[in-house]
Each structure stands twice: as structure tokens, then as C-alpha cells.
């Protein structure tokens, strides 16, 4: 159980920060860049949920997915050394994957397939989820990376970054009235 009842520490004043196991890191090591990233997704998802009143399914997905993401936070935050720990580190497992491939068939069901690339934008909500989108998808390089640096970043969480860009997509869709008010990208349309 997380308590927090100091806020600072002073602990990172010297441009270190400790993760949930092992050596204190450097505030720009990738580890501390893959879960800080994560976090920023998270943040992005909290604006996302300033424009989903009219959209409850979908406010409770992303409410859902932001829990989710502390979860893979503190997976990333956890480096898998094979020592015993003495607790159960918090990893993503394949049913949180399978969980968000289910709610992608979920939502995208009802859409009319495309023939471009949209373009971010259309309402306030889907432009907020495509900010979002982007910012898991920079998560998921920086797992990748952290992967091929270190190898010990659990496969699920990698997974779970993917099919969540995925997700933040349709949703961007069904945001902008089921895909009817998408803004089309038109190839060399200003050449």
C-alpha cells in the first residue's frame, strides 16, 4: 500500500531518483524516462476525461486505463534482476492486453473503416486523445529501447503500450461523432 504523507524529500536534489528496487538512478536514465513518459500519458488521459461527460463508456475505459498505467509504472520502475524481492512486483499481465484488444473490437465495431489517415483534431475530446495517443506511443519507444538496453522490461507492458495507442485511436473516432467529423489527411493536397 502507498502512503505519502511527505510530499518532499530532498532525496532527488542531487539528480538521483530511487526506484521501486535498486541503486538510486540519474533523473535522465531511461528507466526513469520510460515510467516518467507513462506518467505524462497519464496526465494527458486526466484532460482527456475533462470532455468525456457525454460519453460514459468511454470515461470509464479511460479511467480504467489511467489505474492501469500506475500499474505499468511501477512495473518499469521494478527492473526484473531474478532476485527474490520479498513481494510480488506489479506487473502488466496478458489479460489487461486482452482486456484492451476486447474494448478496441468493442468500439470500433460501429465505425465506418477509412481510406486516410486522419488528422488530429476534429472536437476538444478527440484532440485531447490523439495528444494522449502520441504520448503512449512515445512510451512504448522508450520501453523498446529500455528492452534493448537492459532486456529486463516485462513483454505485456511493451503490448499493453501498442494496443493502448490503438485504443486512444478508435476512441479519437467514436469522439468525433463515430468518425464522421475525422479530418482526412489528403496526400500532397497543397503541393
Known amino acids: 500500500m502507498v502512503k505519502l504523507n511527505k510530499i518532499y524529500t530532498k ?4 539528480g538521483t531518483t530511487g526506484l521501486v528496487v535498486g541503486p538510486r538512478r540519474p533523473k535522465f536514465d531511461l ?3 520510460a515510467y516518467g513518459t507513462v ?11 475533462l470532455h468525456t461527460a457525454d460519453h460514459k463508456e468511454m470515461d470509464k475505459v479511460i479511467l480504467r486505463v489511467q489505474n492501469d498505467l500506475f500499474d505499468l ?8 534482476t531474478g532476485e527474490d524481492l520479498g513481494f510480488e512486483p506489479l506487473r502488466i499481465i496478458a489479460s489487461q492486453v486482452t482486456w484492451l484488444e476486447e ?26 486523445l490523439h495528444l494522449a495517443r502520441t504520448i503512449v506511443r512515445r512510451a512504448e519507444r522508450d520501453a523498446i529501447e529500455l528492452k534493448a538496453q537492459e532486456a ?3 513483454a505485456e507492458a511493451i503490448k499493453y503500450l501498442n494496443r ?8 479519437s473516432r467514436i469522439a468525433n461523432d463515430n468518425g464522421k467529423s475525422d ?3 489528403t496526400p500532397g493536397k497543397h503541393r
Open 183 to 185: 479530418i482526412l489527411w
Open 39 to 49: 506518467d505524462e500519458a497519464n496526465s494527458a488521459l486526466g484532460l482527456v476525461r
Open 164 to 171: 493502448l495507442s490503438d485504443l486512444l485511436f478508435v476512441l
Open 103 to 128: 474494448t478496441i473490437d468493442q468500439f470500433n465495431e460501429h465505425l465506418a473503416p477509412i481510406k486516410s489517415f486522419t488528422l488530429p483534431g476534429g472536437s476538444a475530446l478527440a484532440a485531447h
Open 11 to 14: 532525496t532527488g536534489d542531487d
Open 152 to 154: 529486463d522490461v516485462n
Open 73 to 80: 509504472g511501477s512495473d518499469l520502475a521494478t527492473p526484473d
Open 31 to 33: 528507466r526513469v524516462a
